[in-house]
């Protein structure tokens, strides 16, 4: 059984450019949500994705988005990077058919921003 | 509004002692508390959950309703249980899980 896993793992951007973050989410698992951790803060929820539809979003603008595959991998998409979003950005993968399953994560390593 | 309180940013403890870790809530539906964990060097991993009521590592976590609190609690740290917690909220099926800003462990010999 393979966990959840993010790529890149560290990416510096400039303010204005564009970024795309990986997931793979773990096998068997078919929702996978994307939380934004600053430094010294806990996770914060950007967005859910189940079974390709997007579930639930957070309070977080619109030039976040993203995308979930047919394989449940998923794709977190920032425009017009502000220096704001430098954070970790986590994934984390449940399976919301199980009873109860869908707040049980299974969290990535994180890709870490640095927006300059 | 969905809301996690943890009050105590860093808690210092010896090995042997008892360690309790607070959360309060904020929830207008019936919620799911959980306890995810963070070892250093490690990734994000639940510890527990209320509905399971389990004792996971010796760590216990009840669900006060009338307080609105799921305080984490081990009687006798070790130093193996040195890292983050985050107490987390949500509701049944809910698509998201509200975390707290944590709680930074240390205990020492």
């Known amino acids: 059984e393979t966990g959840v896993t993010q790529s890149p793992t560290h990416l510096i951007k400039t303010r204005g450019q564009q970024v795309t973050l990986r997931c793979s989410s773990q096998?068997?698992?078919?929702?996978v949500s994307w939380y934004q951790q600053a430094l010294g803060q806990g996770p914060q929820f950007i967005f859910q994705?189940?079974?390709?539809?997007?579930?639930g979003r957070g309070n977080f603008p619109p030039r976040f988005s993203g995308l979930q595959f047919p394989n449940y991998s998923s794709e977190l998409n920032v425009n017009a990077l502000e220096l704001d979003d430098s954070a970790l950005y986590l994934c984390?993968?449940?399976?919301?058919?199980?009873?109860?399953?869908?707040?049980?994560?299974?969290f990535g390593a994180g890709s870490r921003l640095t927006v300059l | 509004a969905q809301r996690v309180t943890q009050p105590e940013k860093l808690l210092s403890v010896f090995k042997g002692a008892p360690v309790e870790l607070k959360c309060n809530y904020s929830?207008?539906?019936?919620?799911?508390l959980f306890w995810y964990v963070q070892y250093s060097r490690q990734r994000l991993q639940l510890l527990l959950r209320?509905?399971s009521r389990e004792s996971i590592k010796g760590f216990t976590a009840d669900l006060n309703k009338g307080e609105t609190s799921f305080h984490l609690k081990k009687p006798f740290a070790q130093e193996e249980d040195s890292a983050m917690y985050y107490c987390?909220?949500?509701?049944?099926?809910?698509?998201?899980?509200?975390f707290g800003a944590g709680t930074t462990v240390t205990v020492r010999a």
């Open positions: 984390a993968s449940s399976d919301r058919d199980r009873l109860s399953g869908a707040n049980v994560l299974t």
């Open positions: 096998s068997g698992h078919n929702t």
């Open positions: 994705y189940y079974r390709e539809e997007e579930n």
């Open positions: 929830y207008s539906g019936s919620p799911e």
């Open positions: 209320h509905i």
């Open positions: 987390a909220l949500g509701g049944f099926n809910d698509y998201k899980l509200s």
